[in-house]
């Protein structure tokens, strides 16, 4: 199961790059709704981190204003810090509960698995959006769909 994580998460780390170098490439593709829905899967996925990791999320916001070079610095901060807690699961990990509070305080209860899927899913869903928030712009967007990162590879 640990494999299947990390190969989940090797997706996400290389769609949030595509998504990074059209931002990058293609000014005009940059708008404020592409900006701000990728300042959410970024933020998310640092919110998620830290709870994951024990550290305090209360002052993480998931709805980040953030600059592109900010946005720069934060997914490569998520790429390491997920990858050095994916590399510190054993088998049989994903079952174990993390207890911890949403963005308004209650608590929750899950499994570390159901968290980690819930990561790499929500990611998906977003960048969806971004696609269509840049093909509205006038501009083709990256294809971050998970069959193309594995073409890379021949998988």
Same mark, same amino acid.
């Given at each position: 199961m640990v494999h299947d994580y990390s190969r989940l998460f090797e997706h996400m780390f290389w769609a949030d790059t595509r998504i990074l170098e059209m931002l990058d490439a293609e000014p005009g593709a940059c708008t404020d709704e592409a900006l701000t829905l990728f300042s959410h899967v970024l933020g998310s996925e640092r919110v998620w981190l830290l709870r994951?990791? @024990?550290? *305090?999320?209360?002052?993480? %916001?998931?709805?980040? *204003? /953030? %600059?592109?070079?900010? /946005?720069?610095? /934060?997914?490569?901060?998520?790429?390491? @810090?997920? @990858?050095?807690?994916?590399a510190g699961l054993g088998e049989g990990d994903d079952g174990v509960d993390i207890v911890y509070s949403n963005s308004q305080g209650v608590p929750f209860r899950n499994a570390i698995g159901d968290i980690l899927l819930h990561v790499a899913l929500h990611g998906s869903y977003h960048r969806g959006q971004i696609a269509r928030a840049v093909r509205a712009a006038g501009y083709e967007p990256v294809k971050t769909d998970y069959i193309a990162f594995a073409r890379l590879d021949g998988n």
């Open positions: 994951l990791t @024990g550290g *305090d999320s209360s002052a993480q %916001p998931v709805w980040p *204003d /953030l %600059p592109l070079p900010r /946005l720069h610095a /934060l997914a490569a901060s998520n790429a390491e @810090g997920y @990858g050095q807690f994916l």
